[in-house]
């Protein structure tokens, strides 16, 4: 697929849009102290009382600034491979918003998404050395996630914690003397001498090339910061071992469905995938393992640019650490619980068995796969926690129909929770569907039901957490044109 060319009037909103993303990544240390220091201030207020029963809270309080320091390095990592795809010294006064964006509550869901065009440029994986060429064009801005936090008791247990978060996420990432909360007990204050906490931001040590200093000094928007812990929680979702059991509650029927569904691949000719809405890219991976020319589609930058990073730069399994539920401070049974460390990639991408012709692909679902020479292109599409992110849920099933093939497989497999659903400007569209109408407009473009049944699942859950919310779903295999036979899995 030929390199779409903007004209300046749609690449000045595209590089604002990039800019706002990135300087969210950039600023996250920032807005992660912020917290820390409200903390402080409540725990400021504190009858003398209450204070001395509650004293370790201030060691607390610089652990959390310990885990957020690497995930902040781990960050900045990120962001210094990430090449952009436009020049992001262009349009640096452009008035407005990039992308308006519209925060959702659902259950699974605790991030933002935006609308807009979008296009799309491949860019292939290779089967021996797993490395994604960053051409990326034209992405907009989503995510999903949930969850953590409490109190634990003694000193031992807080060193212990704190020794297993030890291991630094990029060894030219130096960390500085930070001064302990004045109102913290004399051990206290000394144990962070020792283990040297630092309040600093990560970023001092390593700047992205691309990353002015502009960007570390905005008023980043607070839907913008959940953005980039939302992330931060999907990498487990996605990349981690702790992870798994959902992928098994929602990759696996997924995998198995194709396998049985295609049971003669051909390594050298093998069926197509699309995966709209790849997210961080670990389902359409798992999908060309199988034996796919597996394409992922993804309109998130925040997802791109990690996504990018995680399929081309990590050189070995576990080879990053990040603290994910740092940022909540509730249903956890312990702090070591809410500070615990997390490692990924869970698997090495260099030996993951991959099929030929792995890619990726940036842009709008709408805008990118409507193109007249995409039609008939595809012998299955994937849509795993999809369908609700559409404005218009019927457009998304017809282009679904028109990429197929004769003969191809659909499967889906999500809630009907709507990302739009009340949160719409009134000029804007969000039309939702229940399950039954989803039915009928599947059948409208040909599609045939075949298997059916319910699925229970959390999305980006904390699993030690005292509180979990399962996404009850119906799966529903089978929808066709004529001799085209589709797949769907649905969950509600």
């Not at 709507?418 to 569209?429: C, K, L």
Request: hydrophobic share 35%; aromatic share 8%; charged share 25%.
């Amino acid at each position: 697929m030929s390199e779409r060319r903007y004209t300046e009037q749609e690449e000045a909103p595209e590089i604002k849009s990039l800019r706002r993303t990135i300087a969210a990544y950039a600023n996250y240390q920032d807005a992660a102290e912020r917290d820390v220091k409200r903390y402080e201030r409540s725990f400021k207020m504190l009858p003398p009382a209450h204070k001395e029963l509650l004293f370790h809270l201030g060691l607390r309080y610089q652990r959390l600034r310990w885990c957020i320091s690497m995930n902040a390095a781990f960050i900045m990592n990120m962001l210094e491979k990430f090449e952009p795809p436009f020049d992001m010294s262009q349009y640096v006064n452009v008035g407005g918003h990039d992308h308006p964006s519209n925060m959702h509550d659902h259950s699974h869901v605790d991030c933002t998404h935006s609308s807009g065009r979008g296009d799309c440029s491949t860019v292939s994986i290779s089967r021996s050395n797993s490395q994604l060429d960053g051409q990326h064009d034209n992405p907009q801005e989503d995510a999903k996630t949930h969850e953590s936090s409490r109190e634990t008791k003694n000193k031992k247990d807080e060193e212990e914690q704190m020794a297993g978060c030890s291991q630094p996420v990029g060894s030219n990432l130096g960390t500085s003397q930070g001064a302990c909360n004045s109102d913290t007990d004399a051990s206290t204050a000394a144990y962070c001498q020792d283990k040297d906490v630092s309040s600093s931001s990560a970023v001092d040590n390593v700047t992205p090339r691309h990353c002015t200093s502009s960007l570390f000094k905005l008023n980043v928007p607070p839907i913008d910061v959940d953005m980039v812990r939302c992330i931060v929680r999907n990498i487990v979702r996605d990349w981690a071992e702790e992870g798994q059991k959902e992928r098994d509650e929602c990759y696996k029927p997924i995998l198995e469905e194709l396998n049985h569904l295609f049971p003669n691949r051909s390594n050298q000719r093998p069926p197509s995938c699309l995966v709209p809405g790849a997210g961080l890219g670990r389902l359409a991976l798992e999908i060309s393992s199988l034996g796919f020319a597996s394409q992922g589609n993804e309109f998130s930058y925040y997802m791109l640019i990690c996504s990018s990073f995680i399929l081309n730069h990590t050189q070995e399994a576990n080879e990053w650490t990040i603290y994910p539920w740092i940022h909540s401070n509730c249903n956890s049974l312990s702090d070591n619980d809410q500070l615990r460390a997390v490692s990924f990639p869970d698997i090495h991408l260099s030996s993951a068995g991959i099929t030929e012709g792995f890619s990726m692909c940036t842009g709008d679902f709408v805008e990118v796969y409507s193109e007249e020479s995409l039609e008939s292109a595809w012998d299955a599409v994937v849509t795993c926690f999809f369908l609700d992110t559409a404005h218009n849920i019927v457009e998304y099933i017809e282009i679904i129909s028109k990429v197929l093939k004769d003969g191809g497989v659909w499967i889906n497999l999500g809630p009907l929770l709507y990302d739009f659903a009340d949160m719409t400007p009134d000029d804007d569209m969000s039309i939702e569907l229940s399950l039954e109408d989803v039915k009928k407009v599947a059948d409208h473009y040909g599609f045939v039901m075949e298997v059916e049944k319910m699925i229970e699942t959390t999305f980006s859950a904390n699993m030690r957490a005292m509180m979990q919310v399962l996404e009850l779903g119906r799966c529903m295999f089978g929808m066709g044109v004529a001799t085209r036979l589709h797949t769907l899995i649905n969950l509600c």
